[in-house]
């Protein structure tokens, strides 16, 4: 869906009984996409980065929008590797424990940063499975468009996003319509309009992520090791 389709969509699923302006379509849309690509993972990609044989750290910061919080998955030629908390590595390596190998942890120092262990003997290819944020990408390129809320330019509003397009009506209808016309998320939770959103969020949820594997945002569920 454009940018421009939606502010359409959007016109058109209040059929014009109120005002809004461009920046009120844009942000509620925001709102209700953000969501529900947090819930669904609708967005999956991945990038790779290649070990160090003999360095257990790998910068990261070259794979766009990979953040801790969005990966699915960790793996090195289709073996799973383990997400697990600095503390515990930190402890395998005050014990002493000079392992080498091929990796079977890792654990994210930083938004860049990585530790793997054990320490890789050898050049092993690392994937990421994550899901992207909400963006606007230019629909002959694919390339990310920064979207100024409420721009007229050109190369926004024939921008689409990156929400698969069998998603996007039902998001606009269930999810930034109630969002825009409410304001205030308040009203809108207390109101009952995200219900049927959130059933719909819930009714698809992991779909785009099956057999991907979840990433476990509570520490206690992810370092058992």
């Not at 389709?5 to 809004?20: F, L, N, P, V």
């Not at 994937?127 to 926004?156: H, Y």
Request: glycine share 6%.
């Amino acid at each position: 869906m454009l940018v421009s389709e939606m502010r359409t969509a959007m016109d058109s699923a209040i059929h014009g009984t109120d005002s809004y302006t461009a920046s009120d379509k844009d942000r509620a849309f925001q709102f209700a996409g953000e969501e529900f690509i947090r819930r669904t993972g609708c967005t999956q990609t991945s990038g790779t980065k290649a070990t160090v044989s003999g360095t257990n750290t790998l910068d990261i910061s070259s794979i766009s929008n990979l953040l801790p919080h969005r990966v699915n998955r960790v793996a090195i030629s289709d073996k799973q590797l383990k997400v697990v908390t600095y503390s515990v590595l930190d402890t395998w390596n005050d014990s002493g424990d000079t392992a080498s190998g091929e990796p079977t942890h890792i654990s994210f120092l930083s938004k860049t940063e990585v530790l793997v262990w054990p320490n890789p003997d050898a050049v092993y290819t690392v994937k990421f499975w994550f899901r992207e944020p909400l963006l606007l990408k230019n629909v002959s390129t694919g390339a990310v468009v920064t979207w100024t809320i409420g721009s007229t330019d050109a190369s926004i509003t024939a921008a689409e996003f990156n929400i698969p397009d069998e998603y996007c009506r039902t998001v606009l209808l269930l999810g930034a319509v109630p969002a825009m016309v409410m304001a205030s998320p308040g009203v809108l939770l207390r109101a009952g309009a995200w219900d049927r959103f959130e059933e719909y969020m819930e009714s698809i949820e992991g779909e785009s992520q099956a057999d991907v594997g979840v990433w476990l945002p509570n520490e206690a569920d992810f370092i058992d090791v």
